[in-house]
């Protein structure tokens, strides 16, 4: 008489970065469902993976796997350590330091594109060549404000 040893699926969740569409939540799911052992669910709307695994797969080989996709991937603090005392202000300033960067770049391209638009809404506010000084106010707002969009564009277009 013989008995398997086969073990109990483990069960790990994931935050996953870099996603901008649901084909991206679906391409991390297909990669980590071809690995032996791996059921995954990936949900776009909180950027989480739900994997479960047995076998010989570890969880730095599913991160691996994401990485090698092209997208960012680690385990999520556990309850109990965010919710410790003080945790919260460090929990909070965590989130702007995350946001502080976006902000920056809407600052910066509201503050390009009022003039731009008002000069090419007022006929007033038309010298020659202002096309010039529209271009000029203009180009930052394309290539900094919008460098994340360009940055997940490439990356979509590589996959």
Request: aromatic share 6%.
């Amino acid at each position: 008489m013989t008995t398997s040893t086969t073990s109990a699926p483990t069960e790990v969740e994931l935050a996953i970065g870099g996603m901008t569409c649901a084909s991206c939540a679906a391409r991390i799911e297909k990669k980590l469902n071809r690995l032996e052992g791996v059921s995954a669910t990936v949900n776009y709307a909180t950027e989480k993976a739900r994997v479960s695994f047995s076998g010989g797969v570890s969880v730095p080989e599913l991160i691996a796997t994401v990485e090698a996709t092209g997208y960012t991937a680690r385990e999520p603090e556990p309850a109990g350590a965010r919710s410790g005392p003080g945790s919260g202000a460090a929990g909070g300033e965590a989130e702007r330091d995350g946001l502080a960067g976006l902000r920056q770049r809407l600052v910066t391209a509201v503050v390009l594109t009022v003039p731009v638009i008002a000069m090419a809404m007022v006929p007033a506010l038309q010298f020659t060549y202002w096309q010039w000084l529209s271009l000029t106010l203009a180009a930052p707002v394309v290539t900094y404000a919008a460098w994340p969009f360009h940055r997940a564009a490439f990356t979509n277009a590589r996959h």
